[in-house]
């Protein structure tokens, strides 16, 4: 059997599997198709299909294949960071600025340092951190990793719960956008390289200058041309990015960011951005599987991973009730808030594949983070639904 043949049975596995779960079991009431596929790529990867069928796993994910799979991938998840980041609207976020500023700082700042704390506590032992990374970068990154929320999935999550449009939900995605820059930001300070701190200079400087053009540019050009353009432009700053020592996915969200959703219409993103998770990105979850390992065995794995779970989700909860009580918001608001926040695979997910590809952490530490990703983004919706409910019959009896 040929290469191609071999490829082909691959795609055909990372499509049809994680589908057909979703479908036949219904599972959209806590694990969304997304979440499904997350959670395919984890089952095909060497930790368990290739324990239990290593003959079967050799055959198909063989080294050739692989990297065809990871050429996938690094485009796929370049595709999503650059719509994520075109996505991010901050003129509303600077309109309620205290509000927005308040709410975001607390749901991103306490869940920081909870997780913060929850890394102290794991690095104390060998296996956690990379080779490539200093102490204060996998403290900061995981304590990071614990406090982000992936906007992308967010919206999905709210357009199925019916409050995307509504007023709450357009706050909560004023919290997010303001928590994803900073993310970025954290991310970017982590990276920096004393050794390329030059070539990293020149990037920002160029990239500056760069942005100017590329916005003069596409407020002139015709619709069907700016597509492509914001294509090369994507890849420029993504191939920039990596030169520089930061990473190509940093250069792909900033490719995003300093350009505006009105140039590609509101509808033709969220088209896009769902051809994109329809027909690509299930090869980044497969390629994001493959990478998890269980070095220092199953239970510790998984005991990191709910420390972790319980850092994340207690520290957002916590996070967005302080900002509830100095904005006066109902408890049940307050909650609501705190599960929708919760959404953090894909973002979280790429975020720890930077910090694994640059040896900040290990892949153990990678398995324990992707674990904890899906496990609060599975809470997310179980938890929301109720609160939205109550929260609905509570307006209508003040009405």
């Known amino acids: 059997m040929n290469i191609t043949e071999v490829y082909l049975i691959a795609l055909t596995i990372i499509f049809a599997v994680p589908w057909a779960v979703w479908r036949i079991f219904r599972t959209d009431h806590f694990a969304p198709l997304v979440v499904v596929q997350i959670v395919g790529g984890i089952l095909l990867g060497p930790g368990v299909l290739g324990a239990v069928f290593p003959e079967y796993y050799a055959f198909v994910f063989r080294p050739e294949v692989i990297g065809a799979l990871n050429g996938v991938a690094w ?16 003129t509303a976020a600077w309109r309620h600025r205290r509000e927005t500023g308040l709410t975001a700082g607390l749901a ?6 909870a997780g913060t704390a929850a ?3 794991i690095l104390q032992f060998p296996g956690w951190r990379g080779a490539g990374g200093a102490y204060w970068q996998a403290l900061l990154g995981i304590g990071m990793a614990c406090a982000v929320t992936a906007l992308p999935i967010l919206v999905l999550l709210m357009e199925k719960l019916g409050v995307l449009r509504e007023q709450l939900g357009q706050r909560i995605l004023r919290y997010a ?26 990037f920002l400087v160029g990239f500056a200058l760069a942005a100017v053009a590329i916005r003069w540019l596409m407020a002139r050009l015709s619709d069907n041309d700016r597509w492509p353009v914001g294509l090369i432009w994507l890849a420029a700053c993504g ?3 990596d030169w520089s020592g930061l990473h190509y996915m940093v250069g792909a969200f900033l490719a995003g960011v300093v350009l505006d959703a009105r140039w590609f219409g509101h509808e033709a993103m969220d088209r896009f951005r769902n051809v994109v998770l329809l027909t690509i990105m299930p090869v980044f979850f497969l390629s994001t599987g493959l990478r ?18 319980a850092a ?18 109902s408890r049940t608001e307050a909650s609501l808030i705190g599960w929708l926040l919760q959404t953090k695979a894909l973002i979280m997910i790429i975020f720890a594949n930077i910090l694994l590809d640059k040896g900040v952490i290990t892949p153990t530490t990678f398995t324990a983070l992707l ?15 109720p609160l939205i409910a109550k929260l609905g019959e509570r307006v209508k009896a003040e009405a």
């Open 177 to 202: 956008s303001l928590d994803d820059i900073a993310i970025w930001g954290v991310l970017a300070l982590i990276l920096l390289d004393w050794e390329r701190i030059g070539r990293q200079g020149v």
């Open 292 to 309: 998890t390992q269980w070095e220092s065995g199953g239970l510790a794995v998984f005991g990191v991973a709910a420390l972790l779970l």
């Open 239 to 241: 191939f920039a990015g």
């Open 75 to 90: 485009w796929a998840v370049m595709l999503f960071v650059f719509v994520a980041g075109i996505e991010l609207d901050l």
């Open 119 to 121: 890394a102290a506590v």
């Open 371 to 385: 674990l904890m990703a899906v496990g609060s983004t599975m809470l997310t919706k179980p938890f929301a639904t």
């Open 312 to 329: 994340a989700v207690g520290g957002k909860l916590l996070g967005v009730h302080i900002a509830g009580r100095f904005l006066g918001w």
């Open 108 to 113: 991103l700042g306490v869940p920081l340092l």
